[in-house]
Structures are given as structure tokens and as C-alpha cells.
Antibody, heavy 120, light 107 residues
């Protein structure tokens, strides 16, 4: 069983930067992809970015493309989200999530969420 | 990008009711459709993957159906712990998208 613990959320100023981390433990080799999902205040879930295992292909939502970078350190079993040029509208709870089951289907493992607030 | 819509956006129901939520994709996504339950302050929970497969540990009152562009989540016999917001999610393309959500609250 895979467990995820995300961290790094805090208060940042518009135009600033933050790096979120997601530490994975358990049966890591089973993970097909890892992703970041956010929920902005009073709104629904928004997919942010994904990184696939076995090739490191990465993809981004248009709203963060060019500003956010997803990466991972396999030696540390940790996923990252580097967030630059932050905007007020990036304020959200950010979850890391992954797929440990078969196929490229839904995210079956989730972190607990970390809160990012962008405000001056 | 593939757009996902859900209906209704909210509904009120009673314990024991049968609840149906629909999700539509802007183009065909085969069976790459997943359903989540989300409660405030908690991480989302995967209920259904591949349109109709029940995630391990999820009660059998939850079921999913559909293929292509039209999908349905059904809760047969709503329980108090089922009051939450439900989201569909397509993983057909690597740029995932979620539906806007359906809030299920107590009548």
C-alpha cells in the first residue's frame, strides 16, 4: 500500500514562489503516475499537473503552464511542484495523488492536502 | 482539452433514496472515466474507476456505468455518510479534467 504526505504550503506574495513536496512510502514501484490537484476556495477540484512513471512525461493545465514545474526525486521517493509567478487565483488546497492500480485510471492514493495562500 | 459537465450541480435527498448523477465528456473517452467523493477538509476518495469498476473498500451501493461520452454514478440507498460532493474525472488524455461537481445534501 502506498501512502502520501504532502507539505510546503504557506503564505506567498503575488509574483513569488513556493515548492510543494509529496513524500511517498510503501509499494512505490506500483505507481503509474503522480499528479497535483487543487481546490480553490468555494470551487471544485482542478487538475494541475501530472508526471508519468517510466518516462517522466509531464503535462500541465493551461492555467499553470509556464509557471509551475512538476518533478520527482526517485532516490527520496518524493514528488515536487515548483510554483513560480504565483497569482492570487493560485490560492487553494493542493493535493498530491497517484495511481497505484492497473491502467491509467483514477487516482487511488492521496495526500492530506497542503494550503497555499497567495496574498499581499 | 476535453471538457466535462455534470448534472445536476446539486441535489437534496433523504437517507435511503436512490441518487443518480450524470457526467458528459465533450468527446469520446472510452471508459477512462472515474468518480470521486469529496468531503470538506478531507482528501478526495476514488469510488469508481474505468467507468464501472468499484474501487476496493467502497460500498457496493455505489455503481457506475457508461462509455464514450455519457456516464452515470448511482448510489442505491443513500446513507448519512454519503452526503458530500461528487466529481467525475477523465483520464483518457494526459491533460486530465474534472467535472464541476455535484453536491448531495440532506433534504
Amino acid at each position: 500500500e502506498v501512502q502520501l504526505v504532502d507539505s510546503g504550503g504557506s503564505l506567498a506574495q503575488p509574483g513569488g514562489s513556493l515548492r510543494l513536496s509529496c513524500a511517498a512510502s510503501g509499494f512505490i514501484v506500483s505507481i503509474k503516475y503522480m499528479t497535483w490537484v487543487r481546490q480553490t476556495p468555494g470551487k471544485g477540484l482542478e487538475w494541475v499537473s501530472v508526471i508519468y512513471s517510466g518516462g517522466d512525461n509531464t503535462y500541465y493545465a493551461d492555467s499553470v503552464k509556464g509557471r509551475f514545474t512538476i518533478s520527482r526525486d526517485n532516490s527520496k521517493n518524493t514528488l515536487y511542484l515548483q510554483m513560480n509567478s504565483l497569482r492570487v487565483e493560485d490560492t487553494a488546497v493542493y493535493y498530491c495523488a497517484g495511481r497505484s492500480g492497473s491502467g491509467s485510471y483514477g487516482m487511488d492514493v492521496w495526500g492530506q492536502g497542503t494550503t497555499v495562500t497567495v496574498s499581499s | 482539452d476535453i471538457q466535462m459537465t455534470q448534472s445536476p450541480s446539486s441535489l437534496s435527498a433523504s437517507v435511503g433514496d436512490r441518487v443518480t448523477i450524470t457526467c458528459r465528456a465533450s468527446q469520446g473517452i472510452s471508459n477512462y472515466l472515474n468518480w470521486y467523493q469529496h468531503k470538506a477538509g478531507r482528501a478526495p476518495k476514488l469510488l469508481i474507476y474505468a467507468a464501472s469498476k468499484l474501487q476496493s473498500g467502497v460500498p457496493s451501493r455505489f455503481s457506475g456505468s457508461g462509455s464514450g461520452t455519457d456516464f452515470t454514478l448511482t448510489i442505491s440507498g443513500l446513507q448519512p455518510e454519503d452526503f458530500a460532493t461528487y466529481y467525475c474525472h477523465q483520464s483518457y488524455t494526459p491533460t486530465f479534467t474534472f467535472g464541476p461537481g455535484t453536491k448531495v445534501d440532506i433534504k
